[in-house]
T-cell receptor
C-alpha cells in the first residue's frame, strides 16, 4: 500500500463548478499537508500549506485536513479554465521539506 | 528572473550513454533536491543536498550521481542510461525555516532513453 493515495482522474467539470480533490494516507505521523498545482510541461508550484487538522482558505481555494480519518481535501470554488492542471497532494512529518511524500496527482480539466 | 532553472529541457539519448542535467537556483536557498516524475505523474525524491552536503539518498541506483559544486548548483550525472530512466527530472530548492518550508521547482528535464 502506498503511503499516500490519490485518485488520478481525469476529472472534468464545467466552468463555475465546485471541485473537490482528495487524498488518503496511512502514516499517522504526517503533520504538514500541502497541495501543489502542476500545469502541463511545468514544475509543481505550492498552492496551499496546512498544519495538522482543520481548514485553510485562500481566495477560491480551501484545504481541509481530517487527521482522524487520514483524509485531506482541496476545494476549488467558481472553477475557471485556468485551473485546469494536475493537482498533487503532499505531506511530511515535520516542517522540513526534505522528506515530502507526494500523491500521484489528479488531472483536472475545467470546460468553458 | 528564473528562480530554479534546469538544462537541458529535453534530452533524447541511446541506452548505455552517460548524460548530465544541470540545475541552478538564484533564491539563496541552502537546500536543493532532485525528483523523478514517471509517466503516471508520480513524483519521488531522489537526492537532497544542504549546503553542498548530501542529506538524502533514496535507494537510487549507483548510476545516478549528484554533484553540488556550490549551494546554488546541483547537477545530476547518469551513467549507463537504461530505458527505465525515461522520465521527467525536477530540481527544487528550499530554505529551512522555523515554520513552513516551501519547495520551489524547476521546469523539469524530459529524458527519453531509446
Amino acid at each position: 500500500q502506498k503511503e499516500v493515495e490519490q485518485d488520478p482522474g481525469p476529472l472534468s467539470v464545467p466552468e463555475g463548478a465546485i471541485v473537490s480533490l482528495n487524498c488518503t494516507y496511512s502514516n499517522s505521523a504526517f503533520q504538514y499537508f500541502m497541495w501543489y498545482r502542476q500545469y502541463s510541461r511545468k514544475g509543481p508550484e505550492l498552492l496551499m500549506y496546512t498544519y495538522s487538522s482543520g481548514n485553510k482558505e485562500d481566495g477560491r481555494f480551501t484545504a481541509q485536513v481530517d487527521k482522524s480519518s487520514k483524509y485531506i481535501s482541496l476545494f476549488i470554488r467558481d472553477s475557471q479554465p485556468s485551473d485546469s492542471a494536475t493537482y498533487l497532494c503532499a505531506m511530511t512529518r515535520d516542517s522540513s521539506a526534505s522528506k515530502i511524500i507526494f500523491g500521484s496527482g489528479t488531472r483536472l480539466s475545467i470546460r468553458p | 528572473d528564473t528562480a530554479v532553472s534546469q538544462t537541458p529541457k529535453y534530452l533524447v539519448t541511446q541506452m548505455g550513454n552517460d548524460k548530465s542535467i544541470k540545475c541552478e537556483q538564484n533564491l539563496g536557498h541552502d537546500t536543493m533536491y532532485w525528483y523523478k516524475q514517471d509517466s503516471k505523474k508520480f513524483l519521488k525524491i531522489m537526492f537532497s543536498y544542504n549546503n553542498k552536503e548530501l542529506i538524502i539518498n533514496e535507494t537510487v541506483p549507483n548510476r545516478f550521481s549528484p554533484k553540488s559544486p556550490d549551494k546554488a548548483h546541483l547537477n545530476l550525472h547518469i551513467n549507463s542510461l537504461e530505458l527505465g530512466d525515461s522520465a521527467v527530472y525536477f530540481c527544487a530548492s528550499s530554505q529551512p525555516s522555523g515554520g513552513s518550508e516551501t519547495q520551489y521547482f524547476g521546469p523539469g528535464t524530459r529524458l527519453l532513453v531509446l
